[in-house]
């Protein structure tokens, strides 16, 4: 099974795909509107291949949807649709600075970081459904969990 991981933002939408069980960065998409991310991220799709999408649920740290919850259920909702596949969301919590953490101590610059973060921080998104899926007993390979 092949999944593709989203990062949603404001600004950017992180794509990240794993391959078996290892989760791997795609690219950063700059958004550039509703329609045109949605073809953008079908696009990928057809081209890896993917059975299904994970989306980052960015929850504030107590737990509590807000704002950016909300506008990232919206786009999972429209993704699934668009694609025709099922969506899951994943806590994405300090997602986006594990990922600028661990650009930076491999030593990538701020600027050159900028590009990349959010398909780094959609790879971890991805790694995080990926581990959840591994540890359930009784389900198969193949079987779409969310």
């Not at 600004?11 to 290892?22: K, N, T």
Request: hydrophobic share 40%; charged share 35%.
């Amino acid at each position: 099974m092949r999944a593709l991981g989203i990062d949603f933002g404001a600004r950017r939408i992180g794509v990240a795909v794993s391959e078996g069980q290892i989760a791997l960065p795609v690219r950063t998409l700059e958004r550039r509107g509703l329609a045109k991310d949605l073809e953008a991220l079908a696009g990928v799709a057809r081209e890896r291949e993917v059975d299904c999408v994970v989306v980052g649920l960015p929850l504030h740290m107590s737990g509590r949807r807000g704002p950016e919850a909300e506008a990232a259920e919206r786009f999972a909702a429209q993704v699934g649709e668009r694609l025709e596949l099922p969506v899951h969301l994943v806590d994405e919590r300090l997602t986006s600075i594990e990922a600028e953490r661990a650009l930076r101590d491999g030593g990538r610059r701020a600027r050159d970081r900028r590009g990349i973060v959010d398909a780094v921080a959609a790879t971890l998104i991805l790694r995080t459904w990926l581990e959840s899926r591994a540890g359930r007993p009784g389900t198969s390979e193949g079987e779409p969990r969310s």
